[in-house]
């Protein structure tokens, strides 16, 4: 039987199962804590921060730390809530979002991040750097304006032998998301739907699929996101 672990995020106590992340455990008590590059059932690559939380003092990061017996968390603190804000304003200036005309609005997490956080107008200077959209592959288009680079296309989606069909190519500013031009050729519809549903915004795009459902039916539309997801 999994041992019960007691933790306390912002002073409420709650069990949770050793082994859990300090995510896990919030969702499974109903508690939302944001995430962006995190996806449900994969190995946590922690490079976001959205998700930081204050763990007895300390800034870690929700979805790679394991819960610990005598875990105070402060999740909800304005300090906290600051430092998301400065996260979600900086990615939106360093891509160019142009909301009401992307195919993914409604149904992506960076939007609706800052619908949570009520982000109005971001704090730092639009960077308008110039990013190449990539159309070439039969069944994908990347629109790399809007990619946050979170790795989920690279870490999720691979081909039934292991082999990667997305890569980061570059660093810094110049880094930018690609993919195997001849792997794409062989990339099964499902495999291109999923690349598509595991991008948390609108960089991955299905040919011929934007704008499915229409606006009051997507995943964001009724409800925020801290709804959602703890469901
Ligand atoms: S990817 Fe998300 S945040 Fe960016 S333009 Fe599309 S809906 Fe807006
Ligand atoms: S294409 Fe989407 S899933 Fe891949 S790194 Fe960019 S934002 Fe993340
Ligand atoms: S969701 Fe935890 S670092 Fe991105």
């Keep these: 039987m999994d041992k019960s672990i ?3 995020i912002d002073g409420k106590g709650i069990i949770a199962k050793e082994g859990q992340t300090i995510v896990e455990a919030a969702e499974e008590n109903g508690i939302y804590i944001p995430t962006l590059c995190h996806l449900k059932g994969i190995i946590p690559s922690g490079s976001c921060r959205i998700c930081n939380v204050k763990v007895n003092g300390r800034f870690l990061t929700a979805c790679t ?3 610990h017996d005598g875990f105070e968390i402060e ?3 304005p300090e906290i809530t600051e430092l998301r804000k400065i996260i979600i304003e900086t990615l939106f200036v360093s891509g160019n979002h142009y909301c009401p005309a992307c ?4 149904n992506c997490i960076l939007q609706a991040l800052a619908y949570q956080y009520r982000i109005m107008i971001p704090r ?3 960077i308008y750097e110039q990013r190449e959209i990539d159309a070439s592959s039969p069944k994908l288009i990347l ?5 946050v680079l979170c790795k989920r296309c690279v870490r999720t989606i691979k081909t039934d032998d292991g082999k990667n069909y997305f890569a980061i190519e570059g660093r810094g500013h110049k880094a930018r998301i690609i993919l195997d031009e ?3 050729k062989t ?3 499902e495999k291109a739907m999923k690349a598509m549903e595991n991008c948390p915004v609108g960089c991955i795009l299905k040919k011929e699929t934007g704008f499915i459902k229409p606006i009051g039916e997507r995943k964001y539309d009724k409800e925020s996101i801290s709804k959602v997801c703890v469901k």
């Design 6 to 8: 007691k933790i306390k």
């Design 65 to 67: 730390t394991k819960i």
């Design 75 to 77: 999740n909800n603190s």
């Design 103 to 106: 195919e993914k609005s409604g």
């Design 124 to 126: 730092f200077p639009y």
């Design 143 to 147: 629109e790399r304006n809007r990619c």
């Design 182 to 184: 001849e792997l794409a």
């Design 187 to 189: 990339m099964t519809e």
